[in-house]
């Protein structure tokens, strides 16, 4: 599917964004958010990515929607507004726990859940609201390049 076609299937959805994944030697080397209009909001290099049945392939069931945003306690300023990008987006607020335990529900929701990772990265994870049991995919991002309004980076 080309660029123009994807932004022609984001304005007919009316989501508010696509991620785009790009591969590089069989794996998620970037992950693109484009708008409606085709602007690149945020543009994450990934050092890598877990897939569900690499972290936990006894976990088969069906996962609701997000239902938050978690960065750990004295998380860094980058991990913060890695986690604000995807926490306006998505239309919640950040929270700062010690942990993902804090934000059990007896929903079966996912917690995007963002904190420091060695060498000023990123492990961006994703938890069951229900049960805390990690769901994957675990990403760890080296790099992020946020657009501004005007389309500058």
Do not use: C
């Not at 076609?5 to 998620?28: D, K, T, Y």
């Not at 978690?70 to 607020?93: C, M, P």
């Amino acid at each position: 599917m080309g660029l123009t076609e994807l932004i022609s299937r984001i304005r007919q959805s009316g989501a508010q964004a696509a991620l785009v994944i790009s591969i590089w030697r069989g794996n998620p080397g970037e992950l693109t958010i484009l708008t409606p209009d085709g602007k690149e909001i945020l543009k994450l290099r990934l050092e890598s990515a877990l897939l569900r049945r690499e972290i936990d392939s006894s976990n088969k069931g069906r996962v609701g929607s997000i239902e938050g945003v978690g960065v750990k306690i004295g998380s860094s300023e980058s991990v913060r507004d890695l986690a604000g990008s995807f926490a306006e987006l998505l239309s919640l607020n950040i929270e700062e726990l010690t942990d993902p335990s804090e934000r059990r529900t007896e929903k079966n929701r996912t917690l995007l859940w963002f904190e420091d990772a060695p060498s000023e990265k990123i492990l961006w994870t994703h938890y069951n609201t229900k049960d805390l049991s990690e769901l994957g995919p675990r990403i760890r991002v080296s790099s992020v390049r946020r657009s501004s309004e005007d389309g500058s980076e």
